[in-house]
């Protein structure tokens, strides 16, 4: 079993509509929790940041983390064709640990 | 313009072949890192280097090796001891005392002949 277990997709929804993105996770001990968007053949560039559980919002995105679930959600209102990307769920033990653990990436298709 | 400049875009390995990939920042970040990204598979993290002369093993580590000479730069060389290269290679940096976001280049697309 991976320690971070994210559904592929691929998920295409229409413009305009509400997107909901979501990781498992199985070790407790993870407390920082990323977001990463990754346009086809470029770097991943990072979306939110959160610590322990609880909401973050940061315009049209907000990303949910439940830890009692072991679950982590990234929610996307008012999508638009420029949210086509790969969505890449990441979490770090502690901080300062140089470890990432990410998801394989969700890929998302916003349909005009 | 900041950011991080991965060198080549594509780059093609013979069989039994090292092969070199670059990568400089010019963000004045202290930490660098190489991820691979596999098709269905998370990034895995090969190396990391937190200051100059010092790195350390990532994950998969096998068959690769880094130098860290300057702040700037950290290139990784794809030995022919590493059996399976074909992949998408992702350096990043970041700073070790602002905050902690990953800085990513655009990538190194490694096929083999």
């Known amino acids: 079993q991976k320690e971070v277990e994210q559904d592929p997709g691929p998920l295409s929804v229409p413009e305009g509509a509400i997107v909901s993105l979501n990781c498992t996770y199985s070790?407790?001990?993870?407390?920082?929790f990323m977001w990463y968007r990754q346009y086809s053949r470029k770097g991943p560039e990072l979306l939110m940041y959160?610590?322990?559980?609880g909401n973050k919002e940061d315009g049209r995105f907000t990303a949910q983390v439940d830890k009692s679930s072991k679950y982590i959600s990234l929610f996307i209102r008012d999508s638009q064709p420029s949210d086509s990307a790969t969505y890449l769920c990441a979490m770090r033990l502690d901080f300062g640990n140089e470890k990432l653990t990410f998801g394989t990436g969700t890929r998302l298709t916003i349909i005009p | 313009d900041g950011g991080i400049i991965q060198s080549p875009k594509y780059l093609f390995r013979k069989e039994g072949q090292n092969v070199t990939l670059s990568c400089e920042q010019n963000?004045?970040?202290?930490?660098m890192y190489w991820y691979r990204q596999d098709p269905g598979q998370g990034l895995r993290l090969i190396y990391y280097s937190q200051i100059v002369n010092d790195f350390q093993k990532g994950d998969i580590a096998e068959g690769y090796s880094v130098s860290r000479e300057k702040k700037e730069s950290f290139p990784l060389t794809v030995t022919s001891a590493q059996k399976n290269p074909t992949a998408f290679y992702l350096c990043?940096?970041?700073?070790?005392?602002?905050?902690?976001?990953?800085?990513f280049g655009s990538g190194t697309q490694l096929s083999v002949l």
């Open positions: 990043a940096s970041k700073s070790t005392t602002t905050n902690e976001k990953l800085f």
């Open positions: 959160t610590y322990s559980s």
């Open positions: 070790n407790s001990a993870f407390q920082y």
């Open positions: 963000l004045n970040h202290d930490a």
